[in-house]
């Protein structure tokens, strides 16, 4: 990556929501510059260096600048797409990493993200001022970026699962809804059967594999995170020392004093603003 152009924003040449001319899905075409297209309503199909990429509200597609390319639609239904053709030093890199077959396996929560910013993106490049210009032209860098680090997490995440073994995947989902399940229930009083139970495993086998995982026991985990949820609610003043003991799952707050100290190296009385 060269960071240099990374660093510099887009040169936005324009923006708008777009009318989908019936040519253009009768002939191939191309773009003097690169196309960020957002699908608000209706569907779209768009045909480009011999893939076909299906894609519906919410979905984002890519057009890299002079690639020839065709757009499918239904002329009868409703579409609304908002297209911003831009230029940028670090197209070329963007592009290699970021494809829009990438682009479909983006989270819900990427997607949201992006979606809620494009619509802010509209009001500010609307605006008249170069500083509005400078907002959007800021907000857009924003989301190519944020575009960028989702694809490569979950390249990441992917090359992980096929590097790890049937059973160090299994396992390692394992820790992870034990987690889940921790994160969940932490403020009531659960034991190590019952926590294993509900994930369909021994609790050996379960204690086992957490530790081996996490480098820490199942229970050390369980503490830490009622401490710091303690600590949050105590630090924050909305608890007592005993409300906040009782909110984590600790009956006793002598004990919970006990095991806050032990943990933090100071009482809880201590970190009330």
């Known amino acids: 990556m060269n960071r240099d152009e990374y660093e510099k924003l887009p040169s936005i040449c324009s923006m708008g929501i777009l009318i989908f001319d019936p040519i253009w899905s009768e002939k191939a075409h191309r773009s003097g510059d690169n196309e960020f297209l957002y699908i608000r309503k209706g569907k779209v199909?768009?045909?480009?260096?011999?893939?076909?990429?299906?894609?519906?509200?919410?979905?984002?597609?890519?057009?890299?600048q002079g690639t020839v390319h065709r757009d499918e639609f239904d002329i009868g239904s409703e579409l609304e797409v908002l297209i911003i053709h831009f230029l940028w030093e670090a197209e070329n890199d963007f592009f290699s990493k970021v494809s829009n077959k990438a682009l479909k396996s983006l989270p819900a929560s990427e997607?949201?993200?992006?979606?809620?910013?494009?619509?802010?993106?509209?009001?500010?490049?609307?605006?008249?001022?170069?500083?509005?210009?400078?907002?959007?032209?800021?907000?857009?860098?924003?989301?190519?970026?944020?575009?960028?680090?989702?694809?490569?997490?979950?390249?990441?995440?992917?090359?992980?699962?096929?590097?790890?073994?049937?059973?160090?995947?299994?396992?390692?989902?394992?820790?992870?809804?034990?987690?889940?399940?921790?994160?969940?229930h932490y403020s009531e009083k659960i034991s190590l059967d019952e926590i294993a139970e509900h994930l369909s495993v021994s609790p050996f086998h379960l204690s086992r594999v957490f530790s081996q995982e996490s480098n820490f026991s199942l229970f050390s985990y369980l503490t830490s995170l009622r401490m710091n949820k303690a600590e949050t609610l105590i630090r924050d003043g909305k608890m007592n020392v005993s409300e906040a003991a009782y909110a984590v799952g600790y009956e006793d707050s002598s004990y919970f004093s006990k095991a806050f100290k032990k943990y933090f190296g100071r009482k809880p009385s201590e970190i009330v603003s």
């Open 45 to 64: 199909k768009l045909e480009i260096d011999g893939s076909k990429f299906a894609a519906g509200a919410g979905d984002i597609l890519f057009v890299p």
């Open 111 to 184: 997607k949201a993200l992006i979606m809620e910013m494009a619509d802010h993106l509209r009001l500010d490049f609307s605006g008249h001022t170069d500083e509005d210009i400078l907002v959007a032209r800021s907000r857009f860098h924003t989301m190519l970026l944020l575009i960028l680090r989702a694809v490569e997490k979950e390249n990441a995440k992917k090359e992980n699962s096929h590097s790890l073994s049937p059973g160090k995947e299994k396992n390692r989902k394992l820790m992870t809804d034990a987690k889940k399940f921790l994160e969940k």
